[in-house]
């Protein structure tokens, strides 16, 4: 048996990760790594936090937290994340769903009338599927097609529709952006890659060397996907029609301007809960 207690080990795991650079996260991905190191949920665990770790699971705990120090994501990790209601599958292959990205869903939702609307959503680029997913959650009338270019991320989303119980309302397609796509949408949203190609080798690892490049490169201003964007919007809303895109917190008005340029004079601008442009939205006339 270990010598030490689930608490002294929880506690030696945290002081590794602050040492790695982690800072205030330390503590709760420790508790996180702990809990799926146990399989014990939350309330389990504390319940016994003063008792000693068996060898197999303190082992197994210490390798955990040996691939967060080496900064690889928590949701590679343990294999999923939090996103709206929903829990995602998550790989290398797509970005992993922030918080931050919910305001886009919030956006989307607050432009619909009636949720039981038997709404047409088109998602693009969508990745795990967590956007057209978390709407469909929060839309039991909805349908939607969500497009992507890597065939591996859309192997993570129709995952991710099969364990929230919504792969029967939605299509994925394997295309790039929305190309061969030709019915019109209701709700039109995406989260493209708006990061700039210099920028992304100054980001933290856990970004730089573990997200698909793919996913986050936007060319040299971070803006080459939205004139393609929003003309796609054009072609693709119905009138009446609601898009909305996920921007960098420094693009607001870039795409603001990119946005009236295409036409959608009433394009505005939405902020995250930390205050920042973090989306941009518009209605088709």
Do not use: C
């Amino acid at each position: 048996m270990n010598a030490l207690s689930w608490r002294e080990a929880l506690r030696a795991g945290a002081a590794r990760l602050r040492e790695a650079g982690l800072g205030d996260d330390a503590e709760a991905d420790a508790r996180r790594l702990l809990e799926s190191a146990s399989r014990l949920e939350a309330a389990s665990l504390i319940a016994q936090l003063n008792a000693p770790i068996p060898d197999q699971e303190a082992a197994h705990f210490d390798a955990l937290i040996a691939r967060r120090a080496a900064r690889e994501p928590l949701s590679h990790i343990t294999g999923s994340v939090g996103f709206w209601t929903l829990d995602l599958r998550v790989t290398r292959d797509v970005l992993t769903p922030r918080a931050d990205t919910e305001t886009v869903v919030e956006t989307a939702l607050a432009s619909v009338s009636d949720r039981n609307a038997p709404l047409a959503i088109l998602d693009i680029a969508t990745g795990s599927g967590a956007i057209a997913l978390a709407l469909l959650s929060e839309l039991p009338n909805a349908r939607a097609v969500a497009t992507d270019v890597s065939a591996a991320a859309l192997a993570v989303a129709r995952e991710n529709a099969a364990r929230n119980a919504l792969s029967g309302r939605i299509e994925f397609i394997e295309t790039s952006w929305a190309d061969g796509v030709d019915v019109p949408f209701d709700l039109l949203v995406s989260n493209p890659p708006y990061i700039a190609s210099a920028v992304i080798e100054t980001l933290e690892p856990e970004v730089k060397d573990f997200e698909p490049r793919l996913a986050l490169d936007g060319g040299p201003d971070g803006l080459v996907p939205y004139p393609h964007l929003f003309a796609e919007a054009r072609r693709l809303l119905k009138s009446g029609g609601t898009g909305v895109f996920e921007i960098g917190y420094d693009q607001g008005e870039a795409a603001l301007a990119l946005a009236q340029a295409a036409g959608f004079e009433n394009a505005m601008l939405r902020r995250d809960l930390g205050g920042n442009d973090r989306a941009v939205a518009f209605t088709r006339d």
